[in-house]
Structures are given as C-alpha cells and as structure tokens.
C-alpha cells in the first residue's frame, strides 16, 4: 500500500463506498481532493486529522452561525482546477477563467474572514489580498470579471478616445481604435497571467485549504449523524475497538426496525480465531474491522463507542466474495493467491492487519482444516496481527481464541425465519477449547428445512462424537 489513495481502498471495500458517499460534501472541488488522500501509516499525522476533525466538531456546535454561513459559501465554490492548472503552466488565462478564478477567489476571502472571527482553529485559510488586489483592483466585489482601465494607462486613453470618437460620429476612427483596444487587451491579459503564474503557490494552497475545511466539516457532520468517534493512537501495537459497528448494515437494519449489535475486540501482534454458526456475522465483522482501520488511517472518525488504532502498513482481505475470475481462477486458486500475498508480505517484515475469512473452506474438509490450522500457526510464527474465521473446530488451533455467542439458550415456540436474529447475540466470548456449539442445525430447523433430514444430521453428528471418544 506504498502508493494507496482513497480511490484504491473504495474499490477494494464496499464499506468505505458506502462511508464516502454519505459525506456531506459541498464543494465541487472536493471530492477530487478526497480521491487522492494518502494511507496514513505515521501517528503524528494521524492525530493532525483526528485533531483538525475534533476542532471542527466543536466550531460546529459551538459556532453553528459561523459554520452555516461557511457551509454556504463552500456550496458555491466550483471546480476551478482546470483553471489553477492552466495558470501554473505559465499560459494566458481568458476571460471566463479570469471569472472563475475571481469568483472562487471572493468566496476564499469571504470564508477567510468568517474563520478569523471564530474562536476553533480548523483550518488556516491563506491571504487571500494578493490575488484579489490582481482580480478586483477596484475592490467592488463584484464577481463578474473585467479588465479595468486601472490596469493599463494606455488601455484606458484608447478608450477614452472611443468614447470621443462615438459622441462625434466619427465611425471609421471608432472601428480603428476598438481593434486597437482588442490588442491591448491582449497585452493585459499576459501580463495579468504572469502576475498570476508568480502567485500558484499561493492559488493552490488556498484551494487546497477550502477543500480541505470542506472535507473536515464534512467529516464534523458525519460524527454527529452515524455517531462515530476519533481513535487513539495506539504506540504498543495493540488496537482495541469497542462497541464496534458496521454503518451500511446498521442503516438498513434501521429501516427494517432493528438495531444493530456492537461487538467489541482487541488485536495485538498474534493471530486471533474466531468461530460461531454461520449467521453468527463473522463476515460482517472481518468487513468491519478493515472499515475501522481503512477510515483511521485516512483520517477519517471511526463507527465505533471507542478506539484506539496501531497503524499498519497494509490491510489485507482474504474473503470469498472477492475472488478473481477475470483470472480464470476457481475460488480456492484465488484464495491461495491471496494468502500467499499475506504470507509473503509478513515474511517481508511488513505490519499487515490479516484478515481472513474461512481459509480453505472450498476444498476437502480433512485437507482444508490441515491447511487452515497450518495457517494459523504460521501467522503465530511470524507475528501478524490477524483475525481468522473458520468453521472448523476450534479446539484444534493453537492460538488466541474467540467464538460468536449465538443463540440466546431460552428460544420462543413458532420462531419464524425474519425473527430469528432477534435472539442471537452476536457478542465475542472467549473460546477455552469447548466443543463448538452446532447452531446450524437449529436455524436449518427454524428454517423450516425437512425434519427426517435433521434427524439424520443429528444422528450421524452424535455418532462422529462416539467415534472421537473412543
């Protein structure tokens, strides 16, 4: 993840779509910004954002006047980057750039000043004079854009001569002078574009400012609608997340009048199992996890009551709804090539948070066991922090355990199938080596599936104990 933007990680996980297309954005340049914004793998500039994200929330519920007046103004910034481009390149700007860039440049003055009067330090919008003084030398804060006679003596004597030229009916010398005019106009425009190729530096890191309080506040917004939190940093390795959500699937749960269950875990450098039935939202929570730590280390707050984040280098995901066909890959050849990444990466002494979904669940059940319990021990061998799922038993692995609670012990008669979820509690318990509960049988049987068909299950699962007690 050298080179990781925030583009890359939208399309490797869902979550994070979902996460920044529920930004209240309100600049157009924005979004562009926010593509790009890099894989924070350092602390000190994770807790630069986490401490800009924590000044905005205050300004917002302290100065909410300010903010809305501010909110406004950045809703009427366009995307001028064109423009900006155009200028850094030493080329002459027309007249509808010259607009452009005056209009944006009012609006930075005006969030400029709105800024200083608040009491929070967000962001710090650079001087906004030394352009105006070039865009609106006679300070009418209009926004339209026009050469003014101040900028030129001679520019403005051929108009003059204009003027004299109509109210004497002198057509001929009129038609003469404009095209005189139209040239020096052209001479304005450079030199106007050469004053304006002298101020890029401070052209970009204004724009640059305006995007990113856009996004900062956005970001604000966000913490008080899905009610999210700014992590710690963590410095020992460990990362612990409390009450933990996933806000995609939390929203939809709401608006079927369900609540989402928070489930909290801690992370060091060791691998950890987790086991549970299979609608026990072991998927959901490895998907969650990465969430997590994708939004903190691009500065973003977190869906969770609290956090505290070690960074790591990569965030690598091996599930089986992202294998590659385009590949000509069957589902376990996809899965092998993506834990050979983790292994390779680790073996690199690389800090990965591993994050593995049923490991050979696709082949034979003796082998893929075999190859998921070897897996697990070489994670341990090589120190990586990693959350493993399987349904495998658990009692065979050797490592930091934990299984998925399940159902509630007391279950109503007459459960129906859209009911079921409100009796399991998906909470994370310590796995001390028990024999794993067999849940499947039970929702396969609320599940309205055949009852002579569960009878033998539960014969032959009785019997393969009798075998291994022998």
Same mark, same amino acid.
């Given at each position: 993840m050298r080179d990781l933007k925030l583009k890359h990680a939208i399309e490797e996980l869902e979550g994070m779509r979902y996460m920044i297309e529920c930004l209240p954005l309100q600049a157009a340049p924005t979004r562009r910004y926010l593509m790009a914004l890099p894989w924070l793998t350092n602390a000190g500039a994770m807790e630069l954002e986490f401490g800009r994200c924590r000044q905005a929330i205050g300004f917002m519920e302290e100065e909410a006047d300010l903010a809305a007046a501010i909110t406004l103004r950045l809703h009427q910034l366009r995307d001028i980057h064109g423009t900006l481009a155009h200028i850094a390149a030493g080329n002459t700007p027309d007249d509808i750039e010259l607009f452009e860039l005056k209009h944006a440049w009012l609006l930075a003055d005006d969030i400029r000043q709105l800024m200083q009067r608040s009491k929070k330090k967000v962001i710090d919008i650079p001087e906004t004079y030394p352009v105006l003084q070039l865009l609106d030398p006679e300070a009418t804060r209009v926004p339209t854009f026009y050469i003014y006679d101040c900028y030129d003596t001679l520019l403005a004597g051929l108009r003059q001569q204009v003027a004299v030229a109509r109210r004497e009916g002198r057509k001929d010398a009129e038609e003469l002078l404009r095209d005189q005019i139209l040239e020096r106009e052209i001479v304005v425009r450079q030199r106007l574009g050469d004053d304006l190729h002298r101020q890029s530096q401070l052209l970009n890191s204004t724009m640059e400012a305006l995007v990113l309080l856009d996004l900062v506040l956005a970001k604000a917004v966000l913490v008080q609608q899905m009610d999210l939190s700014l992590p710690a940093i963590s410095r020992d390795g460990q990362t612990?997340?409390?009450?933990?959500?996933?806000?995609?699937?939390?929203?939809?749960?709401?608006?079927?009048?369900?609540?989402?269950?928070?489930?909290?875990?801690?992370?060091?450098?060791?691998?950890?199992?987790?086991?549970?039935?299979?609608?026990?939202?072991?998927?959901?929570?490895?998907?969650?996890?990465?969430?997590?730590?994708?939004?903190?280390?691009?500065?973003?707050?977190?869906?969770?009551?609290?956090?505290?984040?070690?960074?790591?280098?990569?965030?690598?995901?091996?599930?089986?709804?992202?294998?590659?066909?385009?590949?000509?890959?069957?589902?376990?050849?996809?899965?092998?090539?993506?834990?050979?990444?983790?292994?390779?990466?680790?073996?690199?002494?690389?800090?990965?948070?591993?994050?593995?979904? @049923? %490991?050979?669940?696709? /082949?034979? &059940?003796?082998?893929?066991?075999? $190859?998921?319990?070897? =897996?697990?021990? !070489?994670?341990?061998?090589?120190?990586?922090?990693?959350?493993?799922?399987?349904?495998?038993?658990?009692?065979?692995?050797?490592?930091?355990?934990?299984?998925?609670?399940?159902?509630?012990?007391?279950?109503?008669?007459?459960?129906?199938?859209?009911?079921?979820?409100?009796?399991?509690?998906?909470?994370? @318990? %310590?796995?001390?080596? /028990?024999? &794993?509960?067999?849940?499947?049988? $039970?929702?396969?049987? =609320?599940?309205? !599936?055949?009852?002579?068909?569960?009878?033998?299950?539960?014969?032959?699962?009785?019997?393969?104990?009798?075998?291994?007690?022998?």
């Open positions: 612990t997340l409390h009450q933990m959500f996933n806000p995609q699937i939390k929203a939809l749960l709401k608006e079927k009048g369900k609540a989402f269950q928070p489930v909290s875990i801690t992370l060091d450098s060791m691998p950890v199992l987790i086991t549970g039935a299979n609608m026990g939202g072991k998927s959901v929570l490895l998907k969650t996890i990465a969430l997590v730590q994708m939004l903190a280390q691009f500065g973003f707050p977190v869906p969770a009551l609290k956090a505290q984040i070690s960074p790591v280098k990569q965030v690598m995901i091996s599930s089986g709804d992202s294998q590659s066909l385009v590949l000509g890959l069957s589902s376990f050849g996809a899965e092998v090539k993506r834990l050979d990444a983790i292994i390779k990466a680790a073996r690199k002494g690389h800090q990965v948070l591993a994050l593995i979904d @049923e %490991p050979a669940r696709t /082949t034979n &059940p003796d082998e893929g066991e075999a $190859l998921a319990r070897a =897996l697990v021990e !070489l994670l341990s061998r090589l120190k990586v922090k990693s959350v493993v799922t399987t349904h495998y038993n658990g009692h065979r692995f050797k490592c930091r355990k934990m299984r998925v609670k399940g159902f509630c012990s007391e279950l109503p008669q007459n459960l129906t199938p859209e009911a079921i979820g409100n009796f399991f509690d998906y909470t994370l @318990e %310590p796995d001390n080596d /028990t024999l &794993p509960r067999h849940d499947a049988l $039970l929702v396969a049987s =609320l599940l309205g !599936l055949d009852e002579e068909l569960i009878q033998l299950a539960d014969q032959n699962l009785n019997n393969r104990k009798t075998e291994h007690t022998r």
